[in-house]
């Protein structure tokens, strides 16, 4: 963790940001968002381009509180909770106002029959009653801009709850209010450190205990500015709370622990909005198994996604996703206090070769950059570090050199090599004095660079004084207590700067008006039907993607007339609505060359259609590609995100390999590339085995195409697949060669 804050960070933000070499948060926008008096701009299908940022000032620190149900009685919940929501009233310099039908007083505080006797409009209503309908309905009278619903029950019970979770939402919706909850806790009204300073983290859950760990980042000097617990989400949402967060100057970080999203395109506008402003946000997102996504829907009652899905649209937005709650706390610590990278080049420093190897191992595994130290530099190290040590990096330093003088000469020797912009020291154990002096070493020079310093502490105890004072006593070192950890928060903060650095919205490049390829489109379209293959080809034409030289016809005649106009060999396949597979049921004859193999083919392929009761609209008649990469680009609809596309390895290898990679449209032709490298078989399409290199500027530009035919389209489109895409030499282009498209 980074430790307290005993650095040189002024309270000004402002001065706080350019000390640490960035650019103060409204210099970071790379394209102005609208502001709050503009109409928000929406794409072809009518979605929104921008997230609407609600404005939660009055939430987090209202003027005026009604505490609906308030009591004092001594072993009722709702004291409890009463006596918290005064203490933390008197915090933010709120007044508060009991309400109870029976009580003249709480706490001595004058308490009111309802919502409606209160002597003044309200900013937040604290709802402490087992059905909070009744309530929301009287607010809507009184102006309160926003409520809090304690009370469960409600969707995370089954479909009854669920039913008047939508009810409460209706509700909410024409009262005019906003509502936290229901099913949610006390978190929003924690007490936080006023004594530190610096960036600080914004922290996000669905279960308010999954956020304890963050919270405690406080007593390591970490500094915490907000929390939102969003229990149901039936009206406020995490991406809500990502986009007011990602506003606020304090905020350096948002960690969220996320059961299930409530509505994807809401996420990615968030993150896209968290994204322009250089906000990192990390996130543990539950969901990745089966039982994982059944337990996390019991929880929340919402739908989790398709975990590949959810996966990568955080990835393609800059969401940073881990796994568990060490990682949260430890990767938004570092990204929160952490300045600006100078250099990709991560070295490792040690005591130990052997540890430094480990180490080594891990990061370059990881995918860290960990570079050759020039021999110039490895001269300088050598005037310090014996001649047989390695000092390429990992740079190992023997031991000694660390207790005395010589062991600042070589941290600085190393933080002055310009590849160098991080640099890692794990100390497995504690071995006074060498590594009392070599934490200090480290929290000294930390103070005088601009480069990121780690340590891994790997005592077990955790009670020594140069963990417990010289490293979490340092604003500037970050400490961590495990390899594992290091290396994804530190992972995590060099990929955050450059995802951010010259980020633009794919947003604003999405497609405003409908394209003369949508109008063509649509009269192709039957609603709840699967298209033949023919069809499914002659969309696929009216978006500009390739299909090979193809006739579909209806005699064992014409299918001769067609080859000759095709040119052999080709290849002759049923053509019919409800055909998917047509290879297993023997529906596809290739490599035929002459006449009489046409009509052959022609009598076989209508046989088999007629005993298998398959209508047909014809045979086609098809150019035969034989020389090519077979990938398969495809649509599908993801219940949270709506329509995403998918490429990958296409033909059988599809099924066998499942080595696919998706994205959430809309997106740009970087991201089209970056799916492509992510791929397994990647390697196919830059040549193997003599093979010449693939068209990959035509496969980018079909994943393209077939991107704006899903926004065009939408939600008339169920699904469409293209297997194979076969990818032609380079400059020759790509040919669909068979596809599927079902309408909704």
Known sequence: MLGSTHGTLTTDFRARVEACGETPRTAVHSSAAPSADDAIPVDVSGRPLHADVPDLDRFFRPESVAVVGASDAEGRPNTGITRQLIAWAERVGARIHPVHPTRATVFGLACH?????????????????SDPLPVIEELADTKVK???????????????????????????????????????????FEAFRDDLDGPAIALITQSGHQGRPVYTLQELGIRLSHWAPTGNEADLETSDFISYFAEQPEVGAIACYVE?????????????????????????????????ARMAASHTGKLTGADTVVDAAMRQFGVIRVDGLDELQDTAALLARARRPRADGVVVYSISGGTGAHFSDLATEAGLTLPTLSQAKQDELHQWIPPYLNVANPVDNG????????????????????????????????????????????????????????????????????????????????????????????????GHHRFTTGYRSP????????????????????????LSEHAAKQLLRAYGIRVPREQLVTSAAAAVRAAGL????????????????????????????????????????????????????????????????????????????????????GGVLVEVLHDAAVRVPPFGEDQARAMLTEL?????????????PADVDAL????????????????????????????????????????????R
């Open 113 to 129: 029959p309802s919502v409606a006797d209160l002597p003044e409009q309200v900013d937040l209503a604290v709802l402490l009653v």
């Open 146 to 188: 926003f409520a809090v619903a304690f009370a469960s029950g409600f969707a995370e019970t089954g479909e009854a709850g669920a039913a008047a979770q939508e009810r409460l939402s209706a509700a909410v919706e024409r009262s005019g209010l906003r509502l936290l909850g229901p099913n949610t806790n006390l978190n929003a």
């Open 260 to 292: 299930g999203l409530k509505d994807g395109r809401s996420f990615l506008l968030a993150a896209d909005r968290a994204a322009r402003n250089g906000v990192p946000v990390v996130a543990v997102k539950v969901g990745r198994t089966e039982t994982g």
């Open 399 to 494: 031991g000694h050199p660390v207790g005395d003088w010589r062991g600042r000469k070589i941290i600085d020797a190393i933080l002055a090599d310009p590849s160098v912009g991080v640099l890692i020291c794990p100390i497995t154990g504690p071995f006074p004095p060498m590594s009392d002096r070599l934490a200090q070493d480290l929290a000294d020079a930390a103070e005088q660079t601009d480069k990121l310093i780690c340590v891994i502490w790997g005592s077990p105890v955790g009670t020594e004084d140069a963990y417990r004072t010289t490293l979490l006593g340092s604003s500037r070192v970050a400490t961590f207590r495990t390899f594992g950890n290091c290396i994804t928060a530190v992972r995590a903060y060099l």
């Open 507 to 530: 947003f604003d490049d999405a497609p405003r008006t409908p394209s003369p390829s949508y109008r063509k489109a649509q009269a192709l379209m039957r609603p709840g039907q699967q």
């Open 566 to 649: 095709v040119g052999y060999p080709v290849v002759m396949k049923a053509s019919g609505p409800q055909l998917g597979h047509k290879t297993e049921l023997g529906l596809v004859k290739i490599g035929l060359t002459s006449a009489s193999q046409i009509r052959d083919a022609y009598r076989e392929l209508t046989d088999i259609a007629r005993y298998e009761n398959v209508p047909l609209d014809g045979i086609l008649v098809c150019q035969m590609v034989e020389r090519g990469v077979e990938m398969v680009v495809g649509v599908t609809q993801d219940d949270l995100f709506g329509p995403t596309v998918t490429v990958g390895l």
């Open 680 to 692: 397994r078989g990647h390697a196919l399409l830059e040549g193997v085995r003599g093979a010449p």
């Open 700 to 743: 980018v530009e079909v994943v393209l195409r077939i991107q704006r035919m899903a926004l065009e389209l939408g939600d008339q489109l169920s699904e469409l697949d293209i297997n194979p895409l076969m990818v032609l030499p380079r400059g020759q282009g790509a040919v669909a060669l068979d596809a599927l498209a079902i309408c």
